[in-house]
């Protein structure tokens, strides 16, 4: 089975895929084929973003986006291992992350699924802080969405027979706000994927400021509050 045909499983029955997590089915497998397809379809969104600016920018965002969530997790991934595993969970390493990698995956089905709109914007609009802003809220949605699919996945895995569900639980919510709190400063970091109009090509720009700082100054741009 290749790697875009265990996605669409994935996406066709996630109810089906996670009892398959649950029960350890071909783990390993399942993990390499979703890193793969995610990052391919998490690659073309970033050529979309980059095409903005320029041919090589669209390459770099080509490498950057996948980068971006594959770093997100690498970093999150270990403190909710840990935290589980304090808590008595008996599931394996490989499940826990299959079920992350399971999230991951649905945001960038997501993500390709919304190509074609952002690809269209691009074209039709020559509106920088638009194009962005537009991108901004769908890459948003999607990460609610794997989100949201991720704690639902990790309500499934719970082992109801160990004590402190609730506890574990808050451990789970906090640790989703960790995630994306580390997800979007990340993308910071690692900007620019889209490139300022007019200017010069750059793999990386000085890190200052914040996500959300820089967020509110667009939204007042788009509607000139500033």
Request: hydrophobic fraction near 55%; charge should be positive.
């Amino acid at each position: 089975m290749n790697s875009f045909s265990v996605l669409i499983a994935l996406l066709q029955d996630r109810n089906q895929f996670l009892q398959e997590i649950l029960k350890g089915v071909k783990l390993q497998s399942k993990i390499i084929a979703l890193l793969f397809a995610s990052a391919i379809f998490f690659g073309i969104y970033g050529l979309i973003l980059g095409a903005s600016h320029s041919i090589l920018q669209s390459i770099s965002s080509f490498i950057k986006l996948p980068a971006l969530y594959l770093l997100t997790l690498i970093i999150c991934f270990p403190t909710l291992y840990i935290f589980s595993v304090i808590f008595g969970s008996k599931r394996s390493f490989k499940q826990y992350l299959a079920l992350l990698m399971t999230a991951m995956s649905i945001m960038s089905a997501i993500l390709f699924g919304f190509a074609p709109v952002s690809l269209f914007f691009l074209l039709s609009t020559q509106s920088y802080e638009f194009f962005l802003l537009l991108n901004v809220v769908i890459m948003g949605l999607s990460g609610l969405l794997g989100i949201k699919f991720f704690y639902e996945g990790m309500q499934l895995m719970a082992e109801p027979e160990i004590p402190g569900q609730e506890t574990r639980t808050k451990l789970l919510q906090f640790w989703l706000f960790l995630y994306a709190f580390v997800g979007t400063q990340m993308a910071w970091t690692l900007r620019p994927f889209f490139g300022s109009p007019g200017g010069e090509f750059q793999i990386f720009r000085q890190i200052e400021g914040n996500f959300y700082l820089n967020l509110i100054y667009l939204i007042s741009r788009i509607f000139g509050w500033s």
